[in-house]
T-cell receptor
């Protein structure tokens, strides 16, 4: 298994500011992902955090808005830049262990962001 | 996008079995069926997965039809703490897939 922690657990921010969310995993993992979950919605994949290279973003998400860092195999950050009320969501860090015949995916507890 | 279809919501009486269906008619031979659940305000939690055989663990049972086009997650004795959104996902083994989620089934367990 993998134990994932996120900081902060929640925050209330003003429009136009930026927030950086940290994700720490207790073991080295190959793949780390960032998701957004808007109120009452399912999880939407933002990007794959690649160690040592630029993140791979899904359609509708761009690096200028959601810069991601992954300096090593156990840590990643997601920044929500120039925030607006539409960015109010839960942001989730996730990791995947690839096994020979199946994949295990684990999630952090999430960061609840409210933008005023 | 997700390749599964689930009912939007279901309810179940406490102590009874909760049977959550999932259709995955386009599943391919090397894709596994996974189930996760998300209790309010928490990150999703892995429940169980299977390829073609029925599976059971301490949380639930997974029944996969012989043609693998559908499956059912069974919570044998539902409790109030099982109230959550349950996600059925199909994904390949190996490192080439993108882990996406559909809308899931909102299960409400009532007294």
């Amino acid at each position: 298994s993998a134990v994932i922690s996120q900081k902060p657990s929640r925050d209330i921010c003003q429009r136009g500011t930026s927030l950086t969310i940290q994700c720490q995993v207790d073991s080295q993992v190959t793949m780390m992902f960032w998701y957004r979950q808007q109120p009452g919605q399912s999880l939407t994949l933002i990007a794959t955090a690649n160690q040592g290279s630029e993140a791979t973003y899904e359609s509708g998400f761009v690096i200028d808005k959601f810069p991601i860092s992954r300096p090593n195999l156990t840590f990643s950050t997601l920044t929500v830049s120039n925030m607006s009320p539409e960015d109010s969501s839960i942001y989730l860090c996730s990791v995947v262990h690839y096994r020979a015949s199946y994949n295990e995916q684990f999630f952090g507890p999430g960061t609840r962001l409210t933008v005023l | 996008d997700a390749k599964t279809t689930q009912p939007t919501s279901m309810d179940c009486a406490e102590g009874r079995a909760a049977n959550l269906p999932c259709n995955h008619s386009t599943i391919s031979g090397n894709e596994y069926v996974y189930w996760y659940r998300q209790i309010h305000s928490q990150g999703p939690q892995y429940i169980i997965h299977g390829l073609k055989n029925n599976e059971t663990n301490e949380m639930a049972s997974l029944i996969i039809t012989e043609d693998r086009k559908s499956s059912t997650l069974i919570l044998p004795h539902a409790t109030l703490r099982d109230t959550a959104v349950y996600y059925c996902i199909v994904r390949e083994s190996g490192g080439s897939y993108i882990p996406t989620f559909g809308r899931g089934t909102s299960l409400i367990v009532h007294p």
